[in-house]
């Protein structure tokens, strides 16, 4: 290859990761000073570009020039940053005392609500913006042209990380954030205003994400699809250089988009992959990223069911449900029962979190991985092999178990969020496989035809299966819950260094755990193919890993029972607002953003603490 | 309590509207339980193409029921977002099968869903009709008999293409297309068709970004590093855009042929605004020049209701909408075995003109306008056009009959 080829190539990544640092930096110093894993970043980030796209071209028109195009991109820039006060005053300001898991939930609650407010907003057609004055014409570079503007943009990463560093060493502010990064604690003491701090982190946070959106305009259409595309992106480039570490993004910047530029020429057909790569490789070497430092472990964050003794006449209750399973198909009609069906399959895929995160401890964000994995063994057993239903199902929890089994071997080393963001690692890495190893996964397309076999299809046959199917795995999960090895979880779960005076293996229990999960998880997967006859990447997405984490703490995490409910309520939920309204995106993101105000210990917790009060 | 007065207030309320029913009922036949239609697209990811389809086929419905609708029953369609995925889609396919009792589905937006759909369909023995789906799988490999296809598929589409870029001379190709079905059939095909029609041609370069994810800079630049003198696009969408600002930024455009597909339609047109790549040869829809009076009335009738201009979406929202009450019609009742023969190889009347539905492969003779692009004042437009026929560019009958499964 020609050396100005590659000049050229390396120069398209130096730009896009000049634009990936300046997002990305907003959120990493959000991250050090609150703590927060702000879902939202991204959609603060598309709120930029759509600001920008739909402000700039009004702008040119009263002047143009250059002045105008780089006011305009600042104006867009801070209006983000004053929608970012909002969230904090209104939202986060609330939650800093929760547990971590329901910081992120709410903030995704925040990313579907923006989803669907910016088509009500900005219209439903992509916007492309203008062109920045003066900058229309592309240089030359050793014989090839190159658009100028991306050259500005490879200055401005440079610019924000001078600036950046200037305000964190140079000014009160900057010297109050770094020791709110360090010790939040201490600062509180030390009697510094935290709303104030909090505040104007969220502020430069969103401004950063709002600059980084709004840059985009000359390039990219702004659309809706930009707020996941971007945050997954961004999530790698603070965990890779360490949470909390603006230099740290940087580095990592510079590699993904060199990472991109190149992988685009070996591997035309895996861009996704390369970046989730490399964050599992650096976690694996580096557990903390590159510049991140060990978390203190704080007693707020390990939430999870407690030991209870048992209810009198469980057992009773126990032939009531089952009682009332096996008659509901009397009463309802073949939809209701496919309602049914999938209730029950979520319920085993939630269940299945619980023994990770409520028992366990091991906060997963990518419990998706092995739901997916179930799916597409199942499917893809039926596509290549033919084999039939009864033998594809546990072809697919297999499959989900040894994935379960790789992947925790790595996942098990780490703590906190690192652990958490691994796990999400862990997750796109599989999505990215379904969506671009075409030849085996069927891609986009995904896998039709995956159909059950004819004693078991049609509704009710198919019903009685899951229902058997999702009873006897969730009495074995509940099973282990109560044995040693689930109290060894707890214990490892609430006290990591008395757990291991007492000479509980950890790693060890926790990598069971993992498995044990896995593969129930990937039972709930193959169930839910059969049911659908078809599995799609989406099966493996961030969606449908935030979705196990809805149900788990819509019903309540500190309870046996709560993902059951919260499967069913977050099910029905669905079905009953989504064909009322185009806009149930709203309003299912304001319910998660309610339950988390105001049922943090969800549905089945705040019912048992109302029954205890009133005992 | 409030129960019992309030059942007493209202009983004679009830009684009043009970005997409105019932001589209703007895007064008009047309009074009838409507028809219900099972409508699914992508409504939220791909708005730019679909809300000016439901604009089409929601005019194409009232000019239905305001004539008393089919078989004395007004039309009610039940419309839903698909999800834009294969596993969305099916579910809300189910929902409205099951729950709604529609007699037969159409819509669908990518290709992957309408494959998954067609599955459905086959799989629930109900007539499926895909809106835009563009894949040869839906009426070839994964085709079956009771789902059908109006717009002319890649096969053809691409077909018609490939006749122009005999004249350009150009051999050197690459392609550029998304990485899933839609994007995966149109470059099989184009492969094999530049091969047999062009002596000479050959692949140089392939690029498939991810749907929605391009990195548009490296592709550009990697399609110039293998220096083709025809590139061969079927991006579309916010792709398209950010392809098309890179590769004019980096004059990749310059002394290449340049075909695209699906380029000339308002919907992808639009969004580029003067920075329309001039001289592509696309397919595509030239409503602002059609002078065909039938063809014209619609698109006036289009624009004075909806006070916007119509897309392509727009005509096909609408092309489907009245093919189905006509079939319906025909048929002389809503069971799918006397749809699916009412639709086997009839002939439709159509606003563009006559269209058969081929009974072989459930594919439809809609064609396609094939031009030039060109910037007609601040936004593109096409020149230069005819249209063509999509009889003349179906697969043969042998070749549908080596590929499908029934």
């Given at each position: 290859m020609d050396p100005s080829f590659l000049a050229v190539q390396a120069l398209s990544g130096l730009s896009s990761a000049s634009s990936l640092f300046i997002t990305a930096c907003g959120l990493t110093i959000v991250f050090g000073v609150t703590r927060i894993v702000n879902f939202a970043h991204g959609s603060l980030y598309m709120i930029g570009a759509y600001t920008a796209a739909t402000l700039v071209p009004r702008l040119l028109e009263l002047s143009f020039g250059p002045v105008t195009f780089w006011a305009g991109i600042l104006i867009s820039a801070l209006i983000v940053g004053i929608i970012g006060v909002i969230i904090e005053v209104l939202l986060l300001r609330r939650i800093y005392g929760a547990p971590e898991l329901f910081q992120l939930l709410a903030?995704?609650?925040?990313?579907?609500?923006?989803?669907?407010?910016?088509?009500?907003?900005?219209?439903?057609?992509?916007?492309?913006?203008?062109?920045?004055?003066?900058?229309?014409?592309?240089?030359?570079?050793?014989?090839?042209?190159?658009?100028?503007?991306?050259?500005?943009?490879?200055?401005?990463?440079?610019?924000?990380?001078?600036?950046?560093?200037?305000?964190?060493?140079?000014?009160?502010?900057g010297v109050l954030v770094r020791a709110a990064t360090q010790d939040r604690d201490m600062v509180a003491s030390l009697g510094v205003n935290q709303a104030l701090l909090f505040t104007g982190t969220l502020f430069l946070g969103?401004?950063?994400?709002?600059?980084?959106?709004?840059?985009?305009?000359?390039?990219?259409?702004?659309?809706?699809?930009?707020?996941?595309?971007?945050?997954?992106?961004?999530?790698?480039?603070?965990?890779?250089?360490?949470?909390?570490?603006?230099?740290?993004?940087?580095?990592?910047a510079l590699i993904i988009g060199q990472l991109q530029a190149f992988g685009i020429l070996i591997f035309p057909k895996s861009t996704l992959v390369v970046v989730f790569l490399l964050m599992a490789v650096v976690l694996a070497i580096r557990p903390h990223g590159f510049f991140g430092r060990a978390e203190i472990v704080g007693g707020t964050h390990a939430v999870g069911i407690a030991s209870r003794s048992p209810l009198p006449g469980r057992r009773f209750m126990l032939l009531v449900v089952i009682a009332v399973l096996a008659a509901f198909?009397?009463?309802?009609?073949?939809?209701?029962?496919?309602?049914?069906?999938?209730?029950?399959?979520?319920?085993?895929?939630?269940?299945?979190?619980?023994?990770?995160?409520?028992?366990?401890?091991?906060?997963?964000?990518?419990?998706?991985?092995?739901?997916?994995?179930?799916?597409?063994?199942?499917?893809?057993?039926?596509?290549?092999?033919?084999?039939?239903?009864?033998?594809?199902?546990?072809?697919?929890?297999?499959?989900?178990?040894?994935g379960a089994g790789l992947v925790g071997a790595f996942v098990v080393r780490l703590s906190g969020i690192y652990l958490a963001m691994m796990t999400l690692a862990a997750a796109q890495i599989l999505y990215a496989v379904a969506f671009q190893w075409v030849e085996v996964t069927g891609g986009d397309n995904g896998i039709v035809g995956v159909w059950p076999s004819s004693w078991a299809s049609?509704?009710?046959?198919?019903?009685?299966?899951?229902?058997?199917?999702?009873?006897?795995?969730?009495?074995?999960?509940?099973?282990?819950?109560d044995a040693p090895f689930g109290y060894a979880l707890r214990a490892a779960r609430?006290?990591?260094?008395?757990?291991?005076?007492?000479?509980?293996?950890?790693?060890?229990?926790?990598?069971?755990?993992?498995?044990?999960?896995?593969?129930?998880?990937?039972?709930?997967?193959?169930?839910?193919?059969?049911?659908?006859?078809?599995?799609?990447?989406?099966?493996?997405?961030?969606?449908?890993?935030?979705?196990?984490?809805?149900?788990?703490?819509?019903?309540?995490?500190?309870?046996?029972?709560?993902?059951?409910?919260?499967?069913?309520?977050?099910?029905?939920?669905?079905?009953?607002?989504?064909p009322l309204t185009s806009l149930w995106r709203l309003l299912l993101g304001l319910s998660i953003i309610a339950m988390v105000l105001i049922f943090p210990r969800g549905l089945v917790g705040t019912v048992r603490d109302w029954w205890g009060a009133r005992a | 309590m409030a129960t019992t007065s309030t059942i007493r207030w209202l009983a004679p309320a009830w009684l009043a509207l009970g005997a409105a029913l019932a001589l209703g009922g007895s007064a008009a036949q047309a009074q009838q339980a409507p028809i219900k239609i099972g409508e699914l697209n992508s409504y939220a990811q791909w708005a730019a193409f679909t809300v000016p389809y439901r604009n089409g086929w929601q005019m194409a419905l009232d000019e239905i029921n305001a004539k008393g609708g089919v078989l004395g029953r007004k039309i009610e369609i039940v419309s839903r977002d698909d999800g834009a995925t294969t596993g969305s889609a099916t579910r809300v396919a189910d929902e409205l099968v099951s729950r709604e009792g529609v007699s037969l589905l159409f819509g669908s937006f990518l290709s992957n869903v309408g494959v998954a759909m067609a599955d459905y369909a086959n799989q629930k023995k109900i007539v499926y009709i895909a809106a835009e789906p563009l894949t040869d799988a839906v009426t070839m490999a994964q085709g079956n008999r009771y789902t059908f296809r109006i717009r002319p598929n890649n096969f053809m589409q691409v077909g018609m293409l490939v006749d122009q870029a005999k004249a350009s001379g150009a051999k050197r190709w690459?392609?550029?297309?998304?990485?899933?079905?839609?994007?995966?059939?149109?470059?099989?095909?184009?492969?094999?068709?530049?091969?047999?029609?062009?002596?000479?041609?050959?692949?140089v370069a392939e690029q498939y970004p991810a749907l929605g994810k391009i990195e548009a800079g490296a592709t550009a630049s990697a399609i110039e590093q293998a220096k083709p003198d025809g590139i061969f696009n079927v991006l579309f969408g916010p792709d398209l855009t950010q392809f098309v600002r890179e590769g004019n930024t980096r004059g990749l455009f310059e002394d290449t042929t340049v075909l695209s597909l699906l380029t000339g339609e308002p919907e992808w047109l639009l969004p580029l605004k003067d920075e329309v790549p001039e001289g592509w040869t696309v397919t595509g829809y030239p409503w602002d020049e059609i002078k065909e009076p039938k063809h014209k009335a619609f698109i006036d009738a289009y624009r004075a209701k909806y006070n916007?201009?119509?897309?392509?979406?727009?005509?096909?929202?609408?092309?489907?909408?009245?093919?189905?009450?006509?079939?319906?019609?025909?048929?002389?009742?809503?069971?799918?075995?006397?749809i699916i023969k009412a639709l086997e190889d009839a002939k439709f009347d159509t606003v563009i003109g006559p269209v058969t539905m081929r009974g072989i492969d459930n594919q439809a003779t809609m064609g396609a306008w094939v031009g030039k692009l060109v910037l007609k004042g601040a936004a593109g437009g096409m020149t230069d056009w005819t249209y063509q026929d999509g009889a003349s560019f179906m697969p043969t009958e042998a070749e549908v009959k080596a590929v499908r499964k029934d």
């Open positions: 903030t995704f609650g925040i990313v579907l609500v923006v989803q669907d407010l910016v088509v009500q907003v900005f219209g439903p057609q992509d916007i492309l913006g203008p062109r920045a004055p003066g900058l229309r014409a592309p240089v030359e570079i050793l014989g090839r042209r190159f658009p100028s503007y991306e050259l500005v943009l490879i200055a401005a990463g440079p610019i924000v990380l001078g600036l950046v560093w200037l305000l964190l060493r140079k000014t009160r502010f969103a401004f950063l994400a709002g600059l980084g959106g709004a840059l985009q305009i000359p390039r990219v259409s702004a659309n809706t699809g930009m707020d996941l595309s971007i945050i997954a992106e961004a999530f790698v480039v603070t965990v890779v250089g360490g949470m909390g570490s603006v230099p740290g993004a940087f580095l990592a198909p009397l009463l309802a009609d073949a939809y209701l029962l496919k309602v049914a069906t999938e209730i029950l399959i979520f319920a085993l895929f939630a269940f299945s979190l619980q023994l990770l995160i409520g028992v366990g401890g091991i906060v997963s964000f990518g419990h998706a991985a092995f739901f997916g994995l179930g799916a597409y063994g199942a499917a893809l057993a039926v596509k290549w092999y033919g084999v039939s239903m009864e033998a594809a199902l546990p072809l697919g929890l297999a499959l989900a178990a040894l049609g509704p009710i046959p198919y019903y009685f299966l899951t229902a058997a199917l999702t009873v006897v795995a969730v009495l074995l999960l509940k099973r282990i819950i609430d006290s990591e260094a008395r757990a291991e005076a007492i000479g509980l293996q950890i790693r060890q229990h926790r990598w069971m755990a993992f498995m044990i999960a896995g593969a129930a998880a990937g039972l709930a997967g193959g169930l839910y193919a059969f049911s659908r006859g078809s599995v799609d990447p989406s099966l493996l997405g961030i969606s449908t890993s935030v979705d196990a984490l809805t149900m788990l703490l819509l019903g309540g995490i500190q309870t046996v029972m709560g993902p059951l409910v919260g499967a069913a309520a977050l099910h029905a939920l669905r079905d009953w607002i989504m | 690459a392609i550029v297309a998304p990485n899933y079905e839609y994007g995966q059939s149109a470059a099989a095909v184009f492969k094999r068709l530049i091969q047999e029609r062009v002596p000479g041609a050959q692949i916007d201009t119509p897309r392509l979406g727009s005509l096909l929202g609408y092309m489907v909408m009245t093919m189905i009450g006509n079939s319906i019609e025909r048929a002389g009742s809503t069971e799918t075995d006397a």
